[in-house]
């Protein structure tokens, strides 16, 4: 299923930069339950990031790994792509690649039956073709590597949600990402011949002390429209100063599959 959407609008480094601090008030850290969920690798180990965007995972997890390992990111934004390559200081060879997992197939560098993990952050739900991308990521891994995909799962953002649906329709690509994307890349990866499937859930949830607090967030995500900035942030507000926070639900689900 695909957005009307823009994804290179979504991914821009501004707009991403907006979403990150919004989310490094959250009440739980992502980054320490996404090392907690690094499943077991060979070493020397070959990792690839499909959606890479600015090199946040591609930091995190590098600096774990020596230096006779190798890391490639593959982003459309050119943009981010230089702020990964800015940020990266870890041991572990990296290659960037700007294109789209969507053609994983015509990049020389990604190499058939060479990659010991594969995995895509909040990413893998705006390709064309989900069936495609499992079974060339099928490809690329060895035998035993694994795709790790994370993703939004049900009940994310069901407070703002309740606000936005009566002013606004919300697109039906958000409700497919929260509610069926991930048993799409469950039930499609066993028929594709991924062999276990290792799931994880976090709970999350970030603050917001105002309506226009929250205002700055969802102007930068896909749920924005114009026009209903005050209907929203008065209805925001009005719980704040009911219950002294609006707090939005974050709950993300991790999907380890075996090949």
Same mark, same amino acid.
């Given at each position: 299923?695909?957005?009307?959407?823009?994804?290179?609008?979504?991914?821009?480094?501004?707009?991403?930069?907006?979403?990150?601090?919004?989310?490094?008030?959250?009440?739980?850290?992502?980054?320490?339950?996404?090392?907690?969920?690094?499943?077991?690798?060979?070493?020397?180990?070959?990792?690839?990031?499909?959606?890479?965007?600015?090199?946040?995972?591609?930091?995190?997890?590098?600096?774990?790994?020596?230096?006779?390992?190798?890391?490639?990111?593959?982003?459309?934004? *050119?943009?981010?792509?230089?702020?990964?390559?800015?940020?990266?200081?870890?041991?572990?060879?990296?290659?960037?690649?700007?294109?789209?997992?969507?053609?994983?197939?015509?990049?020389? *560098?990604?190499?058939?039956?060479?990659?010991?993990?594969?995995?895509?952050?909040?990413?893998?739900?705006?390709?064309?073709?989900?069936?495609?991308?499992?079974?060339?990521?099928?490809?690329?891994?060895?035998?035993?590597?694994?795709?790790?995909?994370?993703?939004?799962?049900?009940?994310?953002?069901?407070?703002?949600?309740?606000?936005?649906?009566?002013?606004?329709?919300?697109?039906?690509?958000?409700?497919?990402?929260?509610?069926?994307?991930?048993?799409?890349?469950?039930?499609?990866?066993?028929?594709?011949?991924?062999?276990?499937?290792?799931?994880?859930?976090?709970?999350?949830?970030?603050?917001?002390?105002?309506?226009?607090?929250?205002?700055?967030?969802?102007?930068?995500?896909?749920?924005?429209?114009?026009?209903?900035?005050?209907?929203?942030?008065?209805?925001?507000?009005?719980?704040?100063?009911?219950?002294?926070?609006?707090?939005?639900?974050?709950?993300?689900?991790?999907?380890?599959?075996?090949?």
């Amino acid at each position: 299923m695909q957005t009307t959407s823009s994804q290179e609008s979504i991914s821009s480094a501004g707009m991403l930069q907006a979403r990150l601090a919004a989310n490094a008030a959250a009440s739980r850290d992502f980054d320490e339950w996404c090392f907690r969920q690094l499943p077991e690798l060979p070493l020397p180990a070959r990792v690839l990031d499909l959606g890479c965007g600015n090199g946040k995972q591609l930091v995190l997890f590098s600096r774990v790994f020596s230096p006779a390992c190798h890391f490639t990111g593959l982003d459309r934004s *050119a943009e981010l792509l230089a702020q990964a390559r800015q940020r990266y200081q870890a041991p572990p060879h990296l290659t960037l690649i700007e294109g789209s997992f969507d053609t994983l197939e015509a990049y020389p *560098a990604l190499e058939p039956g060479t990659f010991d993990l594969i995995y895509a952050s909040y990413a893998l739900y705006y390709t064309q073709d989900l069936t495609k991308v499992l079974r060339d990521v099928y490809t690329l891994l060895k035998p035993g590597g694994v795709l790790w995909v994370i993703a939004p799962y049900t009940g994310t953002n069901a407070e703002f949600l309740r606000i936005i649906r009566p002013l606004h329709e919300v697109e039906p690509f958000m409700d497919y990402v929260f509610d069926r994307f991930h048993q799409e890349v469950v039930a499609q990866g066993q028929s594709l011949g991924y062999r276990s499937l290792k799931p994880s859930l976090l709970r999350n949830t970030i603050p917001f002390g105002s309506g226009q607090a929250f205002m700055d967030y969802l102007s930068h995500s896909l749920f924005y429209r114009p026009g209903h900035d005050a209907a929203i942030s008065a209805a925001v507000q009005a719980i704040c100063d009911q219950e002294g926070v609006f707090k939005v639900s974050k709950n993300i689900i991790s999907l380890q599959l075996r090949k």
